[in-house]
């Protein structure tokens, strides 16, 4: 008697980039391949570990998933897995040229809880603020990032609450719009706003020399 094979059926290779690629998304959870595989969770767990050998997909951190034959953005990533959240604090100050240094942590804004997680080996944190605070980002490259000047305050934020340090002296000014700044200054607590102004003689020699 001839054995029934569909219902052991194997996904090949090539059948799993193409369904990979047609989900268009940044990253994939487990949830996600469950659907992909038709399966259920026990199933896809080791279905997932043999596309992993195969090296078809790539496991990030717990729960997130890539196929390395497709680019791949960890800011992306690490944006969209704890939703809601903006690039801010050292980290968009550097893409944005206002501080020489490269922070070695990724960090994100947050108003839930704060947690930090490694993803693809890169140190990820994310930093709660109040749902007052959580404005002044955009959406640039697929990532909410920051403001310059939002990025800014909620460095001085953290920093006027005992939670984080900065060094005025690797700052670059020259990209923050002083009006903004204190616009958005103005829905942070007295001491940030009080804080704030001590940058304004440095934001001053910055316009004058422009």
């Known amino acids: 008697m001839k054995k029934n094979t569909s219902s052991v059926r194997r996904t090949s290779s090539l059948e799993l980039i193409h369904k990979l690629k047609a989900i268009q998304k940044p990253f994939y959870t487990l ?6 595989y038709a399966k259920g969770r026990n199933a896809t767990k080791y279905a997932v570990n043999r596309a992993i050998k195969k090296q078809v997909l ?8 890539v196929c390395p034959l497709f680019n791949y953005d960890i800011r992306l990533i690490a944006n969209l897995f704890y939703y809601p959240s903006y690039l801010s604090f050292e980290s968009a100050l550097s893409l944005y040229g206002i501080l020489s240094q490269i922070p070695y942590t990724m960090m994100f804004a947050t108003t839930r809880r704060s947690k930090k997680t490694i993803i693809d080996g890169y140190e990820i944190e994310y930093k709660k603020v109040k749902p007052t605070q959580f404005f002044g980002y955009k ?6 990032i920051a403001d310059p000047e939002k990025a800014l305050l909620d460095c001085i934020y953290f920093v006027t ?3 984080g340090r900065l060094n005025t002296n690797e700052l670059t000014l020259k990209g923050i719009d002083q009006k903004r700044l204190k616009d958005y200054s103005t829905r942070f607590p007295q001491r940030t706003q009080v804080a704030v102004r001590k940058l304004y003689p440095l934001l001053n020699q910055v316009t004058a020399t422009i």
């Open 31 to 36: 949830s996600d391949l469950e659907i992909v």
């Open 58 to 65: 790539k496991r990030l951190a717990p729960n997130i998933y």
């Open 161 to 163: 609450i005992g939670k």
């Open 139 to 144: 959406k640039k490259d697929q990532i909410y």
